[in-house]
């Protein structure tokens, strides 16, 4: 890593490279493995809600609240860790955290009941919530701006595996044996992942090298009222509402509203994820090659249709239902991607990690409260069947047409910095 990536995060043609070393293609993978387990971790609770639920004698609410309990702990943590995130080498930083986080989830793994998985899952949330900052920081300190596309295509990829391996798999061991097994699994190849973090990964610790505020609280202050990064943190705090309330209900809704057998829910996230596997990667590369804002442009009209379309379906068939998600997929990932390469280059070199991590708490805590705002939205009738759904579509479509227009802002200044009309 020069002193030039860290300091110039826009586009220089004298450091474009055409592909990854050796040690930046482990790193990609190993930051990619990690961020399979901590989404694992989180969207494991969709699919499992169809069971959770009466095998806890718990309702939607209570399933809501479990969910948004993850996300508001993580948001907490965020803006607590946002004035140290700066201070130490972000390896022993991610190790810290991917410890607590395995440790909550072991709580989760035992939980007997409902009463002690909230528990788990404040705990998982605390940790887990900043790991993803964590990484953000680390791939924009050592990737450059024109690169950052690809690497976040490769590292979303995360996304996609945990529906192809993780949630099938979790859905075979919780129907076959116990949920709890599924959350012994991810503790397992947790462990993996913190070994290998410890012996493989180097030390990202340059930015120790500038000058920054010694002073965690001051360090917090300056960052959230940076001005250039309100536009910023209001993107990226949209952009998680979507996800938090259709995500939690997707299961339900697909087996009461949809009428797809429970034993084909994992059919649907396998053919999905793979399908987002190879996505992920060729998103990557277009946001790199025909600019990122545009790419998101695409993704926003493409999640819009998708999403209507997809709150609004009746009984159909399995082939249909495959579809639909892998085509709201596509349309996530084309927003997802480029986005967050795209704000990767907002903070200031010295301020990286407290922005990520405020980021991640802002988009926590939205997250959060659309959890929160599903669950009060949706009912479920006499049969099963979630009502007024179609209403969270209506929500999720106008965010997503708000962070199109503010977006454009953000990518503004960014292309103004590069000297460019488009990123």
């Known amino acids: 890593m020069t002193e030039q990536t860290l300091a110039a995060p826009i586009d220089d043609p004298s450091e474009r490279q055409r592909g990854f070393s050796r040690y930046q293609a482990l790193l990609i993978a190993l930051l990619a493995f990690t961020q399979f387990t901590i989404i694992l971790d989180f969207i494991i609770m969709s699919p499992l809600g169809a069971i959770l639920m009466p095998a806890l004698n718990i309702t939607a609410t209570q399933f809501g609240v479990a969910v948004s309990a993850y996300a508001f702990s993580a948001g907490l943590s965020g803006i607590l860790a946002a ?43 605390l940790f887990g919530g900043v790991i993803g900052s964590v990484v953000l920081a680390i791939v924009t300190d050592l990737f450059p701006l024109n690169m950052r596309g690809r690497v976040m295509g490769f590292i979303q990829t995360a996304f996609a595996a ?10 075979f061991l919780a ?10 699994a991810i503790v397992i190849v947790s462990i993996v992942a913190i070994a290998v973090i410890a012996f493989a990964m180097e030390p990202v610790d340059a930015h120790l090298k500038l000058k920054q505020d010694r002073n965690p609280f001051h360090h917090l202050i300056a960052t959230v009222a940076q001005p250039r990064y309100t536009l910023a943190f ?29 034993a084909h829910l994992p059919t649907i996230y396998l053919v999905s994820g793979l399908f987002s596997i190879v ?12 600019g990122k804002y545009p790419t998101f442009v695409f993704g926003c009209v493409m999640t819009v249709i998708m999403v209507l379309i997809y709150t609004h379906l009746g009984h159909v ?10 085509l709201m997929f596509v349309g996530i990932f084309s927003r997802m991607i480029p986005s967050q390469a795209l704000i990767s280059a907002i903070p200031d070199p010295s301020q990286r990690g407290s922005f990520s991590a405020v980021s991640a708490s802002l988009q926590q805590l939205s997250g959060g ?55």
């Not at 929160?372 to 965010?399: K, M, N, R, W």
């Open 83 to 125: 004035g140290f995130a700066d201070r130490f080498d972000r390896k022993r930083i991610l190790l810290f955290f991917y410890v607590g986080f395995t440790l909550g989830t072991m709580l989760c793994a035992a939980a007997p009941n409902y009463h002690v998985l909230l528990m788990g899952r404040i705990v998982t949330g």
């Open 234 to 262: 209001a993107v990226t705090t949209l952009l998680a509402t979507g996800g938090y309330m259709l995500m939690p209900f997707s299961s339900a809704f697909t087996v009461n509203n949809l009428g797809i057998d429970m």
């Open 369 to 423: 409260l659309g959890s929160v705002l599903a669950a009060a939205i949706v009912a479920q009738g006499p049969d099963g069947s979630l009502l007024h759904f179609e209403q969270i579509g209506y929500v999720v479509v106008t965010t997503t047409l708000v962070t199109l227009i503010a977006m454009y802002f953000v990518q503004k200044e960014v292309a103004d910095r590069a000297g460019k009309s488009v990123v």
């Open 317 to 326: 068939t399995l082939a249909t239902a495959i579809t639909v998600n892998v």
């Open 279 to 290: 996505t992920g990667p060729l998103v990557g590369r277009a946001s790199d090659a025909f």
């Open 175 to 184: 129907n076959h044996w116990s949920w709890h097994i599924c959350f012994i």
């Open 162 to 171: 945990s529906q192809v391996l993780g949630i099938p798999a979790g859905l």
